[in-house]
């Protein structure tokens, strides 16, 4: 299974560019998801990035195809509320769209819409989504048997809840908080990468 790492959105720009480089040889994706951050301080901490040594092609930009097109980021993560997908691959088909959603209806949608990948979620509790139910697993298992695309679980994962994620055939998992909440984030990284690497 893949690792993708999602940022919280509440580190600075030198913060943030730190705990990536730190990560970088461990995950498979970077999803920048910084609501309250400019467009200019995106730019910033891409730069760092790349001075840092970190592939840009690992890097997926939420909901932010301006800075995406600008700086020459293959991926995007389109939330719901956000362009269609089916237009922005019409217009720049070399753009990997994945698209976030919460129920089976939604990810046949995105399918539909021409979406690369759906990010599902929240799977379990986190404190993300404080006074909102998860969505289950259940979902996920039903997901991947109606879906041709592939489905990433979010929401609540820790490293004990991998296997449960590999059992529903997930293609992989999204960490924020256990990652970027982390006393030590590289040591979190490393223990989801082993798990995603388990066989059973």
Request: glycine share 4%.
């Amino acid at each position: 299974m893949k690792l993708i790492a999602v940022t919280d959105d509440s580190h600075s720009v030198e913060e943030l560019a730190s705990i990536i480089i730190q990560i970088k040889d461990v995950v498979d994706y970077v999803h920048i998801r910084e609501r309250t951050k400019t467009c200019s301080e995106i730019i910033s901490l891409l730069n760092l990035l790349k001075e840092g040594n970190v592939m840009m092609e690992k890097i997926v930009l939420n909901d932010r195809l301006d800075v995406a097109l600008l700086m020459n980021i293959a991926n995007v993560q389109l939330p719901g509320h956000s362009l269609p997908s089916k237009d922005v691959k019409e217009k720049f088909p070399t753009i990997q769209v994945g698209r976030s959603v919460h129920s089976i209806e939604e990810a046949k949608q995105a399918e539909r819409e021409k979406a690369d990948y759906v990010l599902y979620g929240h799977c379990y509790e986190t404190n993300c989504k404080k006074g909102k139910a998860p969505n289950g697993i259940n979902n996920l298992i039903e997901m991947k048997k109606e879906l041709q695309i592939p489905v990433y679980a979010i929401g609540g994962i820790t490293p004990d809840l991998v296997k449960e994620i590999r059992q529903a055939k997930a293609d992989g998992i999204a960490v924020m908080s256990g990652i970027f909440s982390s006393s030590d984030p590289l040591a979190s990284a490393i223990q989801f990468y082993e798990r995603c690497l388990e066989q059973q």
